[in-house]
């Protein structure tokens, strides 16, 4: 948990590569969080166990593993709300450099040659429609 919060404190650069670096560094986490969870599971289960055929845990013991469950919890919605964060941030740098080398010129040949290829005429698309031939769409 600390090493999710000195992250998040570190504000991220509007670079690309230090977005895509926090990226990766949060599916490591993702990972190791996801192989932890079978033993948060166990430790649960094994409290949950213990309080129906042993001794009653005590209030101290089912407060720490409230706790645990709580805050694992949390660490994951944290990480899920990062992720969502950083893909975002890595989406706009993404659109704005599109946008910085957009060239119309380029764009207006693509779209023609495009157009080319999937030149359907507006009457063709209607002619599709007219399921019953008589030249009205119904």
């Known amino acids: 948990k600390q090493w999710y919060q000195r992250r998040v404190a570190i504000t991220a650069g509007d670079d690309y590569e230090t977005i895509s670096e926090q990226i990766q560094e949060l599916l490591q986490l993702s ?3 996801a192989d932890q969870n079978t033993a948060v599971e166990q430790v649960c289960t094994l409290g ?3 309080e129906e055929t042993g001794p009653a845990l005590s209030d101290d013991e089912n407060a720490r593993y409230k706790e645990m469950k709580d805050r694992y919890k949390e660490l994951w919605n944290k990480i899920g709300a990062r992720q969502d964060e950083l893909n975002a941030r890595q989406e706009a740098l ?3 450099d599109d ?3 957009f060239d119309i010129t ?3 040949k693509r779209f023609l040659r495009w157009m080319d290829g999937n030149h ?3 009457i063709d698309l209607f002619r599709k429609f ?3 031939k008589d030249g ?3």
């Open 136 to 138: 009205t769409l119904s």
């Open 48 to 50: 949950a166990i213990r």
């Open 106 to 108: 380029e764009w207006k």
């Open 130 to 132: 007219d399921v019953n």
């Open 99 to 101: 946008l910085a080398s």
């Open 120 to 122: 359907e005429r507006i």
């Open 94 to 96: 993404e659109a704005e």
């Open 31 to 33: 990972y190791f969080m």
